[in-house]
């Protein structure tokens, strides 16, 4: 028997059914069978499903001697279910890598609860990806529970595909489709209130489509008013069940907002249709009105109803507009007072901070604003933050302003001093005698800036002409290397000065190497004992830090190098692996694909999210990273680094790169999984190889941080004082070994 059964109904996809096969017999899960329903589809659906069975056992072929729709197709397919669990999949979906493993292991780990809900992303014709605004719930419960225990789960997308069902328990309560267009109504609905143990997912295990044409639900046609008999089934499934009446008021809510959600798509009902659609919801919506149920909007005609759409159109216009209006007169009226206050001298002690687009005290920013308070008490320092949210994670006694408010307009026409790691925006003009100092975001290995005019496809969204006008207002430019001073100095062809001061942020991991080079504790680390609490490593564990980069050629950014689950195994018993995405990756579907469920586990430690990479580096023994600038920076720390780069190519050929960190690496290079395993196995990822390439490294790209980096930028860019040059002399590096070529 297998574990599941999927259950594929098929009506005119040939251009996607390959993909969706596919998708679930390449899966690492195998215990599966494929119940292929071909319904009657006039294109080449049958041949190919035939094709699959002829070369998959695993695969069964139903060709229906007549077309029956949707909710039939898989009713035919249900009696030839054989496995513990139902999988019904639309066959223009497709799953994701890892789903069914990911399922079967939380219904292990909940014991085979009736309904497991997953999460699901939208993927669109254009390439977009949108993961379901609702995951959350998915997240809130680890044990199993009842639609009346937390009715939340049924805000969730009420349709059959995010779930897989107990066969026993679809069977027993005898639950089939019936026929229309909106057939997932009366099954979900049902399924969730009969229900004893319900458990959730959150991860991301399908891929729901979002075509361009075809998708039936978003048809123009009168078979809409097929949700009005579905929900009728789904009332007389309530009223069948006198224990579940408490549900009534629920439903009823839950009917109106469909039906009205159905009439206000302006794609789905024909023009002439819509007002008999209205008053059939309003008949429908007071046939099964509980006791003392408010009929809203539905209570009236449906021409009360259009002026009411037409209002809240024009309200919502008209709000726009004024929007514009106000920002307009913004625009002048900043101009205007920054004209004004250019009249009055700059504040020769008010410096203004921002980092990582005004998210918070982060990076190189908050280095240089921790050293001028200890150093420069006289200095003022104001952060910019851009809502309240953020403001609200400032440590006490940190001053603030938010963004683009009348005391940022005041504090930026006044200020002498800008800190930043990124760009401020393009309405900040820059005063004559203002400092602009840029940190930058660590040392640059892919290109930027300019440089990003060859790569079309790393370039987009981005204008670079209107970077380098910002740009424009640098005045010194922070550099670790000279890699990094003639990057930049090519990268934005502007008028600053490179300062080899070193990276700020990089300081304490100077003097935390130092400390260990001195004898420091046990278990290779110094001040991340925090970030170990927290998570609940073990002192004694080797802690693996993985920190991919994102990758241009792959919309969205994300790509799964490695399987997670498989490395967190074939490292072994004393060893905990901790994954930090890179920050564009934060938000989105990225981490749902199975990091946040595995982190959830404890398989592995998802610190993507944590605000302060240095104390992850800190926490951690030894670095896994393909292409991602943190390197430059664990170098500090003189810890292992292994560089895993089985994409090279592409990665350049897509992106670019200032130099061939496979023959200049930090450490060993992996070009496959198996090479990566093996080094951890065998031990070779701290051999004196590892040693020796990293000693060669760190005397290229660590030359300028000696650990008090952030004290040099205030006493020679702040309070114009002199300090000692930033590190020693070293060879300059080897002809041919850089790709950078100098302009």
């Known amino acids: 028997m297998p574990r599941f059964s999927l259950i594929v109904p098929c009506y005119r996809v040939q251009g996607f059914l390959r993909e969706c096969l596919d998708s679930v017999l390449e899966q690492s899960f195998h215990d599966i069978e494929v119940i292929a329903v071909d319904d009657r589809s006039p294109d080449g659906c049958g041949a190919i499903l035939d094709e699959y069975a002829a070369r998959d056992p695993r695969v069964r072929v139903l060709h229906l001697p007549e077309n029956v729709g949707l909710g039939r197709a898989r009713n035919a397919g249900l009696p030839y279910a054989t496995g513990d669990f139902v999988f019904f999949l639309d066959s223009d979906d497709t799953l994701t890598p890892g789903a069914l493993r990911a399922i079967a292991d939380r219904l292990a780990e909940t014991g085979d609860p009736d309904v497991l809900v997953f999460d699901y992303a939208r ?90 044409q075809g998708n039936i639900l978003s048809t123009t046609s009168r078979k809409h008013f097929d949700v009005h008999d579905q929900y009728r089934r789904v009332f007389a499934f309530l009223d069948s069940r006198p224990e579940l009446a408490g549900w009534r008021p629920c439903l009823h809510r839950k009917m109106g907002e469909h039906c009205l959600d159905i009439l206000a798509k302006p794609d789905r009902l024909p023009p002439a249709a819509r007002g008999e659609f209205f008053r059939r919801t309003a008949e429908l919506y007071r046939a099964f009105r509980p006791e003392g149920a408010d009929l809203g909007v539905l209570g009236g005609s449906y021409a009360a109803y259009r002026l009411r759409q037409q209002a809240e159109r024009a309200g919502r216009e008209g709000g726009r507009q004024a929007l514009r209006v106000r920002r307009a007169a913004g625009v002048r009226v900043r101009r205007a007072l920054t004209g004004l206050r250019s009249l009055r001298p700059l504040d020769e002690n008010l410096v203004l901070y921002s980092a990582s687009s005004h998210r918070g005290m982060l990076g190189d920013p908050a280095a240089v604003y921790r050293a001028a308070r200890t150093i420069a008490p006289g200095l003022r320092g104001v952060w910019v933050v851009r809502d309240a949210e953020v403001a609200a994670g400032l440590p006490a006694g940190v001053e603030h302003v938010l963004l683009d408010s009348p005391e940022y307009q005041r504090l930026t026409a006044r200020a002498k001093f800008f800190v930043n790691d990124v760009n401020w925006p393009g309405t ?18 892919k290109y930027l800036g300019a440089d990003l005019l060859g790569k079309p496809g790393a370039r987009l969204g981005f204008d670079v002409p209107q970077m380098l006008r910002r740009a424009d207002r640098w005045d010194h430019s922070l550099v670790a290397n000279r890699h990094s001073e003639l990057v930049w100095e090519r990268a934005y062809p502007c008028h600053f000065a490179s300062a080899r001061t070193g990276s700020p942020r990089n300081d304490v991991l100077v003097n935390a190497g130092r400390r260990e080079a001195g004898g420091g504790g046990e278990g290779g680390f110094v001040t991340g004992g925090g970030f170990r609490e927290r998570y609940g490593i073990p002192a004694d564990h080797t802690v693996v830090l993985y920190a991919p980069t994102r990758r241009d050629h792959v919309r969205g950014g994300h790509v799964d190098r490695i399987d997670l689950t498989g490395f967190a195994a074939d490292l072994g018993p004393g060893h905990t692996l901790v994954v930090r ?23 592995v430690v998802d610190a993507t999210c944590e605000p302060h990479v240095e104390e992850v580096m800190l926490a951690s023994d030894v670095l896994v990273t393909d292409y ?9 720390l003189d810890r292992p680094i292994v560089v895993h780069a089985d994409d090279w190519a592409t990665f350049t050929a897509s992106r670019g790169a200032y130099l061939d960190i496979t023959a200049e690496a930090p450490g060993h290079v992996s070009r496959s999984y198996r090479e990566l395993a093996w080094l951890f196995a065998s031990g070779s990822w701290r051999d004196e190889e590892s040693a020796r390439l990293r000693a060669d490294f760190r005397a290229r790209f660590c030359e300028f941080d000696d650990g008090r980096a952030a004290e040099r930028v205030v006493r020679t860019l702040l309070l114009g004082d002199s300090m000692p040059p930033a590190g020693a002399r070293v060879p300059e590096p080897a002809p041919g070994h850089d790709l950078l070529a100098a302009t």
Not at 628 to 636: E, I, K, P, T, V
């Open 428 to 445: 900040l003009v820059k005063r004559s005698g203002s400092v602009h100092v840029h940190t930058h975001r660590g040392t640059p290995l």
């Open 123 to 212: 993927t669109y014709w254009w390439g977009g990806t949108r993961r379901n605004a609702l995951a959350d719930i998915l997240g809130a419960r680890s044990d199993t529970f009842t639609a009346a225990e937390h009715p939340e789960v049924l805000d969730l997308l009420m349709v059959v595909w995010n779930k897989v069902y107990r066969r026993d328990f679809v069977e027993e309560n005898g639950f089939q489709f019936p026929p229309g267009y909106y057939e997932d109504t009366p099954w979900t609905f049902p399924v969730m209130l009969s229900a004893d143990r319900i458990a959730t997912l959150d991860r991301i295990c399908l891929n729901y489509r979002q075509r361009r």
């Open 581 to 603: 995405l890179h920050p564009a990756l934060a938000t989105g579907p990225a981490r749902g694909l199975g990091l946040a469920e595995l982190h959830r586990r404890g398989i």
């Open 628 to 636: 991602s600038s943190l390197m430059f920076d664990y170098a500090n």
